[in-house]
């Protein structure tokens, strides 16, 4: 499946239904008068979060949503049925933002939560509402009112308790592929990870979310390499792991250039909990791995976990440290035991 994280879509409510102008021709009542129902109300355009949809590719094939309009009224005072709801599924974390790509008009957090986007227009009156006492056979119907129309657009953010962030070939795919059942593309050159990858972990009786984040680069914020579109999917995570590739020539330049890149972005992601992660251990001395942690150390002011993603070093060690940050919730995924 492919994954997209923005789409522009058109949705119009229905329109309501027109009054019915008529009169009652019955047998035996002389005098029979108007008899001219209100037509229904349009269907709305509501949102919906549901929890097994991940992406937006669905609205690539489709940009154009229409909701059923009302029913005219008919003969007899009956009022015509109500266009149905028009209901729009999307992934758990989609934001609904406004033509202008800056007003939010929804943020949709939770499993099951919904956005009225269009209200249907409203039916219009029958003839038979418009009787009185001076006006005993109105031949006034009115037409139903238009739905509303809107362009919205939709941004998902990946609600994930941990994402993954570092240079690109830091082994931030190596490692979802060994904490979760996730099978990220792995290969030995930059860029490998184009677009987000999710996968779920359990350890010590606590299911966990990863996000494996594409790689930054210095200059991402100035759109450089892939930029920072997919930064906005690390803004709901609760801790953020940083991978350092350990056989990089200068580890705590690497870390400086992605910490500078969050700062430069914003949203607070440069403020959020952070672990420290000297990956791929396994290819160094023990002599350079401890060197190269106490470099870290000293800049970081921080703890430095080391690891190795491929060999299954240190990772239970370093999710474990990273589950006070996570308010617990279950999850309804099929998670991977992490063993120590």
């Given at each position: 499946?492919?994954?997209?994280?923005?789409?522009?879509?058109?949705?119009?409510?229905g329109?309501?239904?027109?009054?019915?102008?008529s009169?009652?021709?019955?047998?035996?009542?002389?005098?029979?008068?108007?008899?001219?129902?209100?037509?229904?109300?349009?269907?709305?355009?509501?949102?919906?979060?549901?929890?097994?949809?991940?992406?937006?590719?669905?609205?690539?094939?489709?940009?154009h949503?229409?909701?059923?309009?009302?029913?005219?009224?008919?003969?007899?005072?009956?009022?015509?049925?109500?266009?149905?709801n028009?209901?729009?599924k999307?992934?758990?974390?989609?934001?609904?933002?406004?033509?202008?790509?800056?007003?939010?008009?929804?943020d949709?957090?939770?499993?099951?939560?919904?956005?009225?986007?269009?209200?249907?227009?409203?039916?219009?009156r029958?003839?038979?509402?418009?009787?009185?006492?001076?006006?005993?056979?109105?031949?006034?119907?009115?037409?139903?009112?238009?739905?509303?129309?809107?362009?919205?657009?939709?941004?998902?953010?990946?609600?994930?308790?941990?994402?993954?962030?570092g240079?690109?070939?830091?082994?931030?795919?190596?490692?979802?592929?060994?904490?979760?059942?996730?099978?990220?593309?792995?290969?030995?050159?930059?860029?490998?990870t184009?677009?987000?990858?999710?996968?779920v972990?359990?350890?010590?009786?606590?299911?966990v979310?990863?996000?494996?984040?594409?790689?930054?680069?210095?200059?991402?914020?100035?759109?450089?390499?892939?930029?920072?579109?997919?930064?906005?999917?690390?803004?709901?995570?609760?801790?953020?792991?940083?991978?350092?590739?350990?056989?990089?020539?200068?580890?705590?330049?690497?870390?400086?250039?992605?910490?500078?890149?969050?700062?430069?972005?914003?949203?607070?992601?440069?403020?959020?909990?952070?672990?420290?992660?000297?990956?791929?251990i396994?290819?160094?001395?023990?002599?350079?791995?401890?060197?190269k942690?106490?470099?870290?150390?000293?800049?970081?002011?921080?703890?430095?976990?080391?690891?190795s993603?491929?060999?299954h070093?240190?990772?239970?060690?370093?999710?474990?440290?990273?589950?006070?940050?996570?308010?617990?919730?279950?999850?309804?995924?099929?998670?991977?035991?992490?063993?120590?």
């Open positions: 499946m492919k994954f997209l994280d923005e789409a522009k879509i058109f949705i119009k409510a329109d309501g239904g027109n009054g019915a102008c009169f009652r021709h019955e047998k035996y009542i002389e005098f029979g008068g108007p008899d001219g129902g209100d037509g229904g109300r349009g269907g709305h355009v509501i949102f919906q979060a549901v929890q097994n949809l991940n992406t937006l590719i669905d609205f690539r094939y489709q940009q949503f229409k909701a059923p309009r009302g029913t005219n009224g008919m003969g007899r005072c009956k009022t015509g049925p109500s266009g149905e028009l209901i729009i999307v992934p758990v974390g989609t934001e609904i933002v406004a033509d202008d790509r800056e007003t939010v008009l929804a949709l957090m939770q499993d099951g939560q919904t956005y009225l986007a269009a209200r249907g227009g409203n039916g219009g029958g003839n038979d509402s418009f009787k009185s006492s001076t006006n005993q056979a109105p031949e006034r119907a009115d037409p139903g009112e238009p739905g509303e129309e809107l362009w919205v657009w939709l941004r998902l953010k990946l609600i994930a308790d941990i994402g993954l962030i240079l690109p070939n830091a082994g931030k795919s190596t490692l979802l592929t060994a904490l979760t059942r996730a099978r990220p593309k792995i290969a030995d050159y930059p860029f490998t184009l677009h987000p990858h999710l996968g972990a359990a350890i010590d009786g606590r299911e979310l990863l996000a494996d984040i594409p790689g930054l680069i210095e200059g991402a914020s100035e759109g450089t390499g892939l930029g920072t579109h997919f930064l906005k999917h690390v803004e709901r995570c609760s801790v953020l792991i940083h991978l350092i590739d350990a056989t990089a020539e200068d580890v705590c330049d690497s870390y400086r250039i992605i910490r500078t890149e969050l700062s430069k972005y914003g949203h607070q992601l440069a403020d959020k909990p952070e672990l420290i992660a000297l990956n791929k396994d290819s160094l001395t023990q002599t350079d791995v401890d060197q942690i106490r470099e870290l150390a000293k800049i970081t002011r921080n703890p430095v976990f080391a690891i993603g491929i060999a070093t240190g990772i239970a060690d370093l999710l474990r440290a990273a589950i006070p940050f996570i308010p617990h919730q279950g999850r309804h995924h099929d998670p991977k035991e992490i063993d120590d």
